[in-house]
């Protein structure tokens, strides 16, 4: 991955018209699509004619982890790419049978049920991915932590039924949340949690580690050109030329989550992550007071202030956390974590002054990689 400049960052305001009235464009939808034709094969269109890289791409579909998982391989035809990419894509059924929790049994089910009364030894994969969500943890100061089941269930959020909970609820709610309460031991390779009631579910993270696994299970197959999507949201991209992705790279669109179908910026990836976060679908009214799914683990409260968070990783697991982490964060704290983090990038949209507007600010993202796209 190119190394990302620290501090760079740019702000551009959009003017709009009307806003959606109560309502949020689908975060990243058709992000792919605004690039890419969605036949196959198909010539590979890019976002402008003068950067357009030759070739044609194949594209594999997988359902799993309740989204679509989508592969889009670009073919130079001196080589038969069905059987390595079907091959990879199986590794997703994989990691959806360890992480689930939503399956009587499975490895992080059984881990739930017995952390609290023992440690319980887990496998290397799966102990890895514990170790990656602990320092996500400490990195974002409690914004990213996958304890935060009970939080999402008293709000309602689970069943997609929104609901305003009274303070005791919240309360009882936040005495079992919280990462500080498991304690991992590499040596033994266990996980224990500190009280009864704790319990890990990786859904802000689990899309983008199974990216990640099918990416290493393409790269062991020699396949090096490719860009894929888990539901669209978190997308992993590699490319040989990682030196100027601008070029040769994968172009994905970011929308306007105020205006659906339009596109506030366009982004080059070689060889990263690049995941984008908001309460587009999932959120309720109560007396005039909009409330979304992503909730802060720390109070016990859905996130305010920011319109979508989208961050750029050299992994689609942490790109995957770290947008939820970043929407969950705001602006100040978004941009005081990209200064002392320069390996990461995050792109913020937020209401602008103007009405309907939406301002987007870009960190540690040099100007060669985006460009911005006024309205018509």
Known sequence: MEPMSKSVHSRRDFLRGKAAAGAIADVVENTLDAVLPAESPRPLAAASPSDAPTGLVRIYHRRAMACDFELRVRDDRSRDLDRPAIAALDLVDQVEDRLTVYRDHGATVEMNRAAAAAPVVVDDDLFRLLE??????????????????????????????????????????????????????????????????????????????????????????????????????????????????????????????????????????????FSTSGSATQFFEHEGRRFGHLIDPRTGWPAEGLLSASALAPTAAEADALSTAFYVMGAEATASFCDANPQYGALLVEPSDTAGGAALSVFNLPEDRWRPEKPD
Request: aromatic share 8%; with cysteine.
């Open 132 to 273: 990656l969500c602990d320092r996500l943890y400490q990195i974002t100061g409690g914004a990213f932590d996958p304890t935060s089941g009970p939080l999402s269930r008293v709000w309602g959020f689970h069943r997609r039924e929104g609901r305003l909970p009274d303070g005791g609820e919240i309360a009882q709610a936040l005495a079992t949340v919280g990462w500080d309460q498991v304690a991992l031991d590499p040596k033994a390779r266990t996980v224990h949690f500190g009280a009864e009631g704790v319990e890990i579910n990786f859904n802000s993270i689990g899309k983008g580690w199974a990216l990640d696994r099918v990416g290493e299970g393409l790269a062991e197959r020699g396949v090096d050109d490719f860009l894929m999507h888990g539901g669209r949201s978190t997308l992993l991209a590699h490319n040989p030329s990682k030196d100027a992705p601008q070029a040769h790279g994968w172009w994905v669109a970011l929308p306007n989550p105020l205006r659906p179908g339009e596109r506030l910026a366009q982004v080059g990836l070689a060889g990263e992550a």
